[in-house]
Nanobody, 124 residues
């Protein structure tokens, strides 16, 4: 599986961005997918996930502001989205998409498939 993320950029606080991640290769619809981010000098953190038998889940810091969604086009490839509204300076970082274990009721379990990362910079 190969993942290609895009959509990052520079935005003022309070603004919006929409990230996309196209997944090519053999990916089951039962696999979970997620967005992670890594801020300057910080560890990579889970922002939002979808699927894997748990629907959508969000980090507390982005609940009510971010929306994750997934589109499966004619069973050929998946596109993962992250709609980010009411952006804050602390949302700044490199955002990565990831494929997770299918049917994982205990929580999101990342597999080794990572996208290239797309930089989001929010100016205050």
């Amino acid at each position: 599986v190969q993942l290609q993320a895009s959509g990052g950029g520079l935005v003022q606080a309070g603004g919006s961005l929409r990230l996309s991640c196209v997944a090519s290769g053999t990916l089951s619809s039962s696999h979970a997918m997620a967005w992670y981010r890594q801020g300057p000098g910080e560890d990579r953190e889970l922002v939002a996930s979808i699927g894997g038998g748990r629907g959508t889940e969000y980090a507390d810091s982005v609940k009510g502001r971010f929306t994750i969604s997934r589109d499966r086009s004619k069973n050929t490839h998946d596109t993962l989205f992250l709609q980010m509204d009411s952006l804050k300076a602390e949302d700044t970082g490199v955002y990565y998409c990831n494929v997770g274990r299918p049917n994982s009721p205990d929580g999101y379990y990342p597999l080794r498939y990572w996208g290239n990362g797309t930089l989001v910079t929010v100016s205050s």
